[in-house]
């Protein structure tokens, strides 16, 4: 049983390193989504409810 617990702590420490710079990587994907977001967010509130209609007819 003692020689399995350092096997064992060795691959959990491999699936964290691996989920760390999984992580790191999509940090700046969300982060630039986010903004994305944002200003998108910020664009629909500024265009009035008509528009969406005039749009949805001329389909």
């Known amino acids: 049983m ?3 617990s350092p096997d064992k ?3 959990w420490r491999a699936i964290f390193y ?3 710079r999984v992580a790191i990587l999509f940090v700046p994907v969300v982060a630039s989504l986010l ?5 998108a967010g910020n664009d ?3 265009v009035p409810d008509v528009d969406r209609t005039v749009t949805g007819s001329v389909r």
């Not at 903004?35 to 200003?39: F, M, P, R």
């Open 18 to 20: 691996v989920q760390a």
């Open 35 to 39: 903004i994305i977001a944002a200003l």
């Open 2 to 4: 003692m020689s399995d």
């Open 44 to 46: 629909r509130k500024s």
């Open 9 to 11: 702590r060795s691959e």
